[in-house]
């Protein structure tokens, strides 16, 4: 087998293999060119992206978690930023922004637009997962609607959970990966701590 067998060896489609280390590059220009590959799996995205996926696409030897550094660092003066949510990475626009873009296409309305019932029971459902209509109805008092569950399923922020153990097995409620990218949350042990009353 030749060096060049070796180096470059044809992939089953017929093309070459995804050169991962580019052991032909300087170090210096390596590192640009592993950061470049970084940003456009994440530009990509509309999810976060996890550290499997993007060591996928940097040298055995790379940290993914030094390369996001220094990416960040490049991103501090500019509007947007790399933030980790979610298990993984994925770009944010900084809050400072957000009344700018609001002011320029009204796009902060899109998802974040909630009622203060929407609001609450999101957070119930947040805090007591999985939960079923019934639970919910004991923290509120009152039955919560099925349109007002349909609308943050609609939104992605919440999803069928297992049936709860209840007579006739209803169908439980849990939040999703959206919920953690909406509000900023790494996981939901990141979630506030509930202050209890004594009353």
């Not at 349909?150 to 922020?157: I, P, S, T």
């Given at each position: 087998?030749?060096v060049?067998t070796?180096?470059?060896?044809?992939?089953?489609?017929?093309?070459?293999?995804?050169?991962?280390?580019?052991?032909?590059?300087?170090?210096?220009?390596?590192?640009?060119?592993?950061?470049?590959?970084?940003?456009?799996?994440?530009?990509?995205?509309?999810?976060?992206?996890?550290?499997?996926?993007?060591?996928?696409?940097?040298?055995?030897?790379?940290?993914?978690?030094?390369?996001?550094?220094?990416?960040?660092?490049?991103?501090?003066?500019?509007?947007?930023?790399?933030?980790?949510?979610?298990?993984?990475?994925?770009?944010?626009?900084?809050?400072?922004?957000?009344?700018?873009?609001?002011?320029?296409?009204?796009?902060?309305?899109?998802?974040?637009?909630?009622?203060?019932?929407?609001?609450?029971?999101?957070?119930?459902?947040?805090?007591?997962?999985?939960?079923?209509?019934?639970?919910?109805?004991?923290?509120?008092?009152?039955?919560?609607?099925?349109?007002?569950?349909?609308?943050?399923?609609?939104?992605?922020l919440?999803?069928?959970?297992?049936?709860?153990?209840?007579?006739?097995?209803?169908?439980?409620?849990?939040?999703?990966?959206?919920?953690l990218?909406?509000?900023?949350?790494?996981s939901?042990?990141?979630?506030?701590?509930?202050?209890?009353?004594?009353?």
């Amino acid at each position: 087998m030749t060096v060049a067998t070796r180096k470059r060896k044809p992939a089953d489609d017929g093309g070459a293999v995804f050169d991962r280390e580019l052991d032909e590059l300087p170090q210096e220009l390596r590192w640009r060119e592993w950061m470049g590959r970084i940003e456009a799996v994440l530009f990509a995205s509309a999810s976060p992206v996890g550290r499997d996926d993007l060591a996928r696409v940097v040298g055995q030897g790379a940290s993914v978690d030094m390369l996001i550094d220094d990416i960040q660092a490049e991103l501090a003066g500019r509007p947007y930023e790399l933030a980790q949510v979610a298990g993984g990475w994925m770009f944010r626009t900084k809050t400072q922004f957000a009344d700018a873009i609001k002011a320029a296409a009204d796009l902060g309305e899109q998802s974040l637009a909630f009622t203060e019932m929407e609001m609450g029971v999101l957070c119930a459902i947040a805090y007591h997962q999985p939960i079923d209509r019934a639970g919910l109805k004991d923290i509120f008092g009152k039955e919560v609607s099925r349109d007002l569950l349909a609308r943050l399923r609609f939104k992605d922020l919440i999803a069928s959970g297992p049936r709860s153990p209840r007579p006739g097995a209803p169908h439980t409620f849990v939040t999703t990966e959206t919920f953690l990218v909406t509000f900023d949350l790494q996981s939901l042990r990141d979630l506030p701590e509930l202050e209890l009353s004594d009353s």
